[in-house]
């Protein structure tokens, strides 16, 4: 029986093996959480939706996708911390499992996620997913304090061990331990340089959507300073890291971060000739229409 055309939308740039290339199952989302109904509504189109530029009703729909999909009984956040969205985040887990060749469950493999923020996210669907271990961190102490409750609520500490970095300069000092071996590091580094730089980009991306204006945008903007701008901006942090990373050569498989403006690319390069990284690899990944990549590198 062939399917309507409103009832399904492949989204054809999201990993092969997601979950998420068709559209969200909305009846059966609302039976798993039943707050979701109140955020539900039938767009233009005559299908289910949210108001994505609510962040009530993205945090209850991250909610409800943890617990349908994922098993994650329990999920919350601090008011103001960056609200993930899952169809990414887990394409991310994906590519990192292809990079390894390891798409079946594997516990023996523990990954490390620098800045896990409030929301833990990456943590959660690799070990749902994929039964990875990881150790997650972040400079943040509220994020922390926030991934340790969610960690417990689940009955996932001990999978999922949640460490402070005490010192906002270091990326892996501080909290790898000497000879502690891990299969790879992922990251989502700060796209911005400064809040304001952060905010033009939100205002200049939800005006080129129809019916929307500057004061919803400043309404809808949220995010920790650390989780969306540093000193530098994504090309400072990802160069910190590669050099960072030269250090840890021998207990570490593999080193990844996203990189969300290709023109980074370029300096991204020359600094992993800087180290001698033996293998460099980028892999494209989008979701609608926006694309990014991973950069990955190994010095084994």
Known sequence: MSIPKNQINIKSKLHSRSRYKTRYNFKELILSTPELKHYVFKNKYGDLSVDFFDPKAVKILNK???KYNHNIEFWDIPKGYLCPPIPGRLDYIHYIADLMECI????????????????????????????WNFIATDID????????????????????????QENNANKLKGVLKPNEQ????????????????????SIRKLKNLKNNN??????????????LWCKGGESRFIKDLIF??????????????????????????????????????????????KISRIVAWSFQ
Request: charged letters at 20%.
């Open 214 to 227: 500057s004061k919803a945008i400043t309404l809808n903007f949220s995010g920790q300073h650390n989780e």
């Open 141 to 164: 102490k509220s994020a922390i304090d926030s991934a340790k409750n969610i960690v417990n609520e689940n009955n996932l500490s001990d999978s999922i061990e949640i460490r402070l």
């Open 104 to 131: 079946s469950k594997n516990p023996n493999i523990i990954g490390l996620d620098i800045g896990t923020g409030a929301n833990c996210i990456y943590p959660l669907l690799g070990h749902n997913e994929y039964g």
């Open 64 to 66: 409800a996708l943890l």
């Open 182 to 201: 891990i299969a790879f590091v992922i990251c989502n580094p700060p796209f911005h340089s400064s809040e304001e730089e952060a905010k033009k980009a």
């Open 244 to 289: 960072e990373s030269r250090h840890f050569s021998k207990q570490c498989q593999w080193f990844t971060t996203l990189v969300s403006k290709a023109s980074n690319l370029k300096g991204i390069y020359s600094n992993l000739k800087k180290v001698n990284a033996n293998k460099v690899k980028t892999i494209e990944m989008g979701q609608g229409q």
